[in-house]
Nanobody, 119 residues
Framework: QVQLVESGGGLVQPGGSLRLSCAAS????????MGWYRQAPGKQRELVAT???????DCAESVKGRFTISRDYAKKTVYLQMNSLNAEDTAVYYC?????????????WGQGTQVTVSS
């Protein structure tokens, strides 16, 4: 069974920074994609940033220049460094990984971590 556990969320003042982490565990053969999504109250879940197995990254226009996605493949962990946070970044942040186990290939989600930007 595969599990994704997120950490690093919290309350931060506008202009501040946070670093989110998401670690996968279980019977994992390989991880072919990693990403972060977020969902603000009353809004649909949206893509924040992704990183593929080759290390190529992409991110939403709203976070370009402020957020950076990275990974430690050996630790099965993906990170999201968030700088210059503003109130519009307030949301529950979810990690997602495309993972191959011995019996299937599927997408897995973390439980979500709350990020609140407020003075």
């Amino acid at each position: 069974q595969v599990q994704l556990v997120e950490s690093g969320g919290g309350l931060v003042q506008p202009g501040g920074s946070l670093r989110l982490s998401c670690a996968a565990s279980g019977s994992i053969f390989s991880i072919y994609a990693m990403g972060w999504y977020r969902q603000a109250p009353g809004k649909q879940r949206e893509l924040v940033a992704t990183i593929d197995s080759g290390g190529s990254t992409d991110c939403a226009e709203s976070v370009k220049g402020r957020f950076t996605i990275s990974r430690d493949y050996a630790k099965k962990t993906v990170y999201l460094q968030m700088n210059s946070l503003n109130a519009e970044d307030t949301a529950v942040y979810y990690c997602k990984m495309g993972i191959s186990t011995w019996y299937k290939k599927d997408d897995y989600w973390g439980q979500g971590t709350q990020v609140t930007v407020s003075s």
